[in-house]
């Protein structure tokens, strides 16, 4: 049964891009570039030359004045007249890759400016998200006179009030949603009420990127900064667009210079932290997004997860090769344990889903007090993927104590919203459209199961809206060359909202035998014919799909990403399988 519900799961609606050749082959001709990745341009609404060549080229001369940050200004200026007094400053980050870069972005930049700073991470399963009061008072106590937020903070009303108190001046920083409440602070936000910043989709990372930019002209009173902080900042680049990328952020505007540039930085001039690290996830020359989203964001995220992620600022910061090396080390047993118990919540979970009846359900609400609370957003985002509905995961506790959860959900769902109108039942929540994270008590678990399919059922009184791959154009295997390949990476980074390109082969045929590859033989790997060309096709995670595939020269449909293969010094150009229907001709949606 678990299996049937996976595989119906699964299945998308394939829907292709509408062809403009004449608009392509203007765009390629302004550009210099294939007609092929004209056509992708246009497919992201990227149309004209102008606007084209500024995608193409990303210059680092197009990111916008960090001035123009709502609150930066202000709180740019305060920090540098207490570098100066000698005030005790500590940078409060959140856990994940986002709230751990931004911290050492902001640790690295003050230490340079010779101020009295420490940094603090609160422990996920001990204090949970955001601020606290406890921290905040043995913050005080210890001496400090400031704390700057990194990646959280804006929904800390209440907590501002106690460092309000406690006499702690509070800084700001953060890029989540907000509440009608705001704290009573100094704020640094992009959307900020009245904010006119050209660009909305910033990280935390890159918000405190943005500030420490600020700081450093602040302190050197002017638009420059010094030579030694350019420096710096340029390697900070490449933090910042670590934590945008694992954060999932829009690749557009800015995102783009940050994750171009600063993931090229990142492998020519690492620091002792992110070299250890990229050594154990096996990268040397070049760092894409998707390695970010795949090695780097879940071995630094580990940390996190498990145990502490103020280790991964000591990793980020540190000046001690050995210490660099050790911890780097840590984190990859962090992320193999890590690996080892998301799988097995995984499939309790889906197991769960079908024991209950809950895949009939509009949206997903399980939890379990077998569940590790640090890996629960993980398991809610396979839960969405697999079953196409909002999730919830819970780690619950014993003696109805507020237990930690997780949600995820499809695109054009605000799940923040959703988890608004559910507040009466939360002991706290917050995060955005796509993720949330929340504590409600298990007494509530089932009531809160009732309210939230009812909000999801109202939004989507039809069920959740037909999965689509999006194709970008129906391409001759013939093509699939070199001076292809080459023009297509000149559109890097993908991600979030700019992803790799997925082709469409019409009438192909299965050239030999198909074959399951890997641990559990979960891929698949054939040959496949169109004409006189035949190509290697490797279908990641469907190898329970290999009967699907026709025999006797039956014709299919491939949706696939095109990629360079290199093993044993020989290149080719091969099919990564997205998905594919028996025909000859594609059955669109």
């Known amino acids: ?93 959140d856990y994940d890759v986002d709230g751990t870069t931004g911290t050492a972005i902001l640790v690295g930049l003050l230490s340079r400016l010779g101020a009295v700073v420490t940094f603090y991470v609160p422990h ?50 953060d890029h989540h949603e907000m509440k009608p409440t705001l704290p009573e602070a100094m704020l640094v936000h992009p959307r900020l009420p009245g904010s006119a ?32 902080l350019r420096e710096f900042l340029l390697d900070a680049m490449g933090l910042a667009a670590l934590g945008l990328v694992a954060d999932v952020m829009p690749l557009r505007d800015e995102n783009r210079i940050f994750t171009r540039h600063g993931l090229r930085r990142l492998v020519k001039h690492p620091g002792l932290g992110v070299k250890a690290l990229l050594d154990e996830a096996k ?56 690996q080892t118990l998301e799988r097995r919540m995984t499939t309790q979970a889906k197991e769960l889903v079908e024991q209950q009846g809950y895949a009939e359900h509009p949206a997903i609400v399980v939890g379990s007090e077998d569940w590790h609370q640090g890996v ?49 039942l939360l002991e706290s929540h917050g995060g955005h459209a796509a993720a949330v994270g929340f504590r409600v008590k298990p007494s509530n678990l089932e009531e809160l199961r009732r309210r939230f399919c009812e909000v999801v059922q109202a939004s989507c009184p039809d069920g959740p809206p037909p999965a689509y791959l999006e194709l970008d ?32 082969a019409t009438a192909v045929t299965i050239d030999g035998t198909p074959k399951r590859i890997g641990v559990g033989e979960r891929h698949l790997s054939f040959r496949v014919r169109q004409g006189g060309t035949s190509i290697r096709a490797v279908a990641w995670g469907m190898g329970e799909r290999i009967d699907e595939l026709p025999k006797g020269g039956e014709p299919i449909c491939i949706a696939f990403t095109p990629k360079v293969n290199e093993w044993n010094g020989y290149r080719n150009v091969e099919m990564e399988v997205v998905d594919f229907q028996v025909g000859a001709v594609a059955q669109l949606g």
């Open 197 to 228: 910043y050209p660009f909305h989709g910033l990280s935390g990372s890159c918000v405190a990127f943005k500030l420490a930019w600020a700081i450093g002209q602040a302190a050197n009173g002017g638009e420059r900064v010094t030579p030694e």
């Open 1 to 93: 049964m678990i299996e049937e519900l996976l595989l119906s799961a699964k299945k998308k609606l394939w829907r292709l891009h509408a062809n403009e050749p004449q608009a392509s082959a203007v765009l390629a001709k302004a550009l210099g570039v294939n007609a092929i990745v004209a056509q992708l341009l246009i497919n992201r609404r990227v149309t004209s030359p102008a606007e084209a060549r500024l995608f193409l080229d990303a210059p680092m001369s197009a990111l916008h004045n960090p001035q123009l940050l709502p609150g930066v200004p202000a709180a740019a200026a305060r920090v540098v007249q207490a570098i100066k007094a000698k005030e005790p400053i500590c940078i409060y980050g």
């Open 376 to 424: 629960v957003g993980i398991v809610a985002g396979r839960l969405s993927d697999t079953f196409g509905k909002p999730a919830l995961v819970v780690s619950l506790k014993p003696n109805d104590e507020p237990s930690s959860g997780s949600g995820r959900s499809f695109s054009g769902f605000a799940l923040h919203t959703a988890m608004d109108a559910c507040s009466d």
């Open 124 to 173: 996920r399963i001990d204090e949970g998200y955001g601020l606290n009061e406890a921290a905040l008072r043995e913050l005080a106590s210890q001496g400090v006179k400031m704390v700057i937020t990194v990646d959280c903070g804006i929904t800390g009303h209440k907590e501002a009030l106690v460092a309000k108190e406690i006499g702690l001046e509070l800084i700001v920083t």
């Open 283 to 338: 990268l040397s020359e070049t760092v894409k997004a998707e390695d970010v989203s795949f090695k780097l964001g879940p071995r630094i995220n580990a940390a996190g997860r498990l145990g502490c992620a103020r280790l991964v600022v000591e990793l980020l910061t540190t000046t001690n090769p050995r210490k660099a090396k050790e911890l780097a080390e840590f984190l990859e047993k962090q992320n193999g344990d890590r």
């Open 473 to 504: 154009a129906e391409i001759p295997l013939a093509s699939l060359n070199f001076p292809l390949m080459n023009d297509i990476d000149k559109l890097e980074p993908y991600g979030t909202d700019h992803p790799r390109p997925r082709f469409l």
